[in-house]
């Protein structure tokens, strides 16, 4: 044989090969997925005598009832492929492909779509990530939710959440992905930027009116991720183990909350909980979510690993699988069609996203949405509001701040990430904003031709030192980027980045820069960007500011100068406990099979060890100073159902209008079970200028001091004596305080005090707050 011959052979071999496997996989494909035969191109809209969608009348508010009549009747209209069909997103082979690997920048440039009926047009749900805006296109950048959190102003969320539910409206969307409230158990979690902070409060506090304004605009909010999910390199495998009370106490109560106020949807987590894994695990979805908290809306599943066995996950609860019918496929509908997976399950589960789908998608709009409502200026600036409220001021030695513009001459400005536009995680949170504002620009365009600014980027250590020493004053920026933390992303041929951080610290040489710098110059001030706490332990005495200023957005670099220079006074506070060593904080292991995850962390755990933070929750300082007085409870007793006014005087002792976050802490010191030192019940916060003084009232409900009693599945209030602490931070030493009991009294019910109490917590927010109109009636006393 002529070597040509047998190159001719190869080829042809090869060739068939070739040709096999691509049927093969097309018929792998085929098999596998159920979209085709009720959403292909060529579907027509059925005919007369049949109820479609687009029978229900538009424009107007329905009834529950009437939402349920509809989705009663389409759900009658449809074939058992067709309801299966609803059942995942509608990603097809390509959009699969695209999301996975080509070009992640293109992440989420449109919708991810599903559900989409053309037969009974049904339109499908066209879904955008967040939190930090609108991961479609090119949007509105704010500053990450953990500096939002940090501004702990529900009115701020609010705003956000209205600026984002309008640009998902203004480019074809209809349901947000961006309400992340895991609990940040943990600072080197590597997606702590996208939730609010550690304390499950503070969480569902802020969470609330972030969904309200984006459902205001008719886009269905998803909650997420359901449950447990806060480690992150692990999070495709990690099996978190939690008893009943920490779960109940620490890590579900946000979540609660949100359902409670009316979410739309509820994205269930990567990891596991007690064995199962989150979207197949029945006693999260069934059995706490659904049943024991009425939850009416869908769940789905996080992105592409988040099911593992259909059957299993339908029966578990799961309404949705996301992007594609990856398990909610073909050989799924077979298995329904065999009877593994009773029909009523897959009726619930329509009947969940039908009845979301014509609440949301039927009622009237509040307002048109143009495209040039993305990215308007109106939103931008929101965005600079929100990266200022969010800023946090950890140290001002002597007054070194603000700076003083009239005076500067020269400013130094050093550190790679001064010349970066750092908005965080280039995992699914990422925006693609059309310009950021980097520290260095902020600061120059603010100076202008006022002061000289001169850059060093830190790599040559004596040009730093000599920049800084020639300078009035000196902004070095240090931190992190998507590289050091953020979603944990590791499938080829994307390179694997994000997740848990390996440090707490400052890279190594960003503290021998500060180490250097800092003494060339007592003007010295530091500004770090994160997405939690970072350990400034080697290096906090040797300047004289630090400003923490997480990934702070599009608009970052302008709310920086602002700041600095004193046209904003700071008034965020930390939502995260920056400890002082990190054997202070709770096991983490970002590689774990199995982790437990304890009753304490952060606050309550340096509370009860003793540990002394480096910068404890809810610290942050001001240019003006604030003073608490008068601390007066309405009452020395409350019933175990009644309700306590706790009203406090704030007053702003210094020369300049300033903004302060009064905290209510609640203290359990004469507690029969072990509780926490303290938990924060509420908050709030007021403007007040120089000289000012305002009264500021709390209500605490003597129902959100209850703690969960695992043997009776149920809430209870302890008939002691308890403590409210009131003041600038959650260190002892900033707390006024004062005491009430708890009696033993019988309710207006006629139940003794130890009864259950069923309706866990939420100090401080009315009745009015309440937005799903088919959230069932809290109702004291039930068990959960
Ligand atoms: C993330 C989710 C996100 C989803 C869709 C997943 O990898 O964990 O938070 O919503 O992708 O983008």
Redesign the pocket.
Known sequence: MTFKKVLRWFVTILGALIVVLIAGLALYIWLSYPKLSTDSVFTRPAGHGVFTFADIPRGQELTPQQIDQYAEKLLGEMTLKEKVHQMSGDAWLGDLVRLLTIDRNK??DIA?LAGNNRRLEIPPLA?S?GPRGV?MNHSTCFPVAMARGASWDRDLQRRVGDAIGQEIRAQGGNFY?GL?INLLRHPAWGRAQ?TYGEDPYLLGEMAVPLMQGVQRHNVMG?A??YALNSIETA?FKVDVRVDERTLREVYLPHFKRLVEAGVAAV?S??NKVRGDYCGENAYLLRKVLKEDWGFRGFVMS???YGVYDGVKAAKAGLDVE??AALQFGRPFLAAVERGEVPREVIDEAVRRILRRKIEYLTRPDPMRYDANLVVSREHTELAREAAEQGMVLLKNEGGLLPLDKSKLKTLAVIGRLADVADTGDH???RVFPPYVVTPLEGLRRYLGASANVVYENGADLARAKQAAKAADAVVIVAGYDYRDEG?Y?PQAPVPERGGDRTSLMLHPEEVELIRAVAPENSRSIVVLVGGSAIMMEEWKDKVGGILMAWYSGMEGGTALARILFGDVTPSGKLTVTIPSDPSHLPPFDPHADSIEYGYYHGYTLADKKGYKPAFPFGYGLSYTTFKYSNLRLSAAQVAPDGVLAVTVDVGNTGARAGEEVVELYVGFPHAKVDRPVKLLRGFTKVALGPGEKKTVTFTVRASDLAYYDPEASAWRVESVEHEILVGGSSRPADLLKASFRITEARTAQGKLSEALTGDWPAAAWSPGTRSDRDAPPASPGTRH
């Open positions: 992440y989420n991810v879904f990530d991961g992905g992340c996208e998803c997420k991720h999070r994205m987590s990567y996080d992105f592409f996301m992007p995992g699914s949170s979603e992303i």
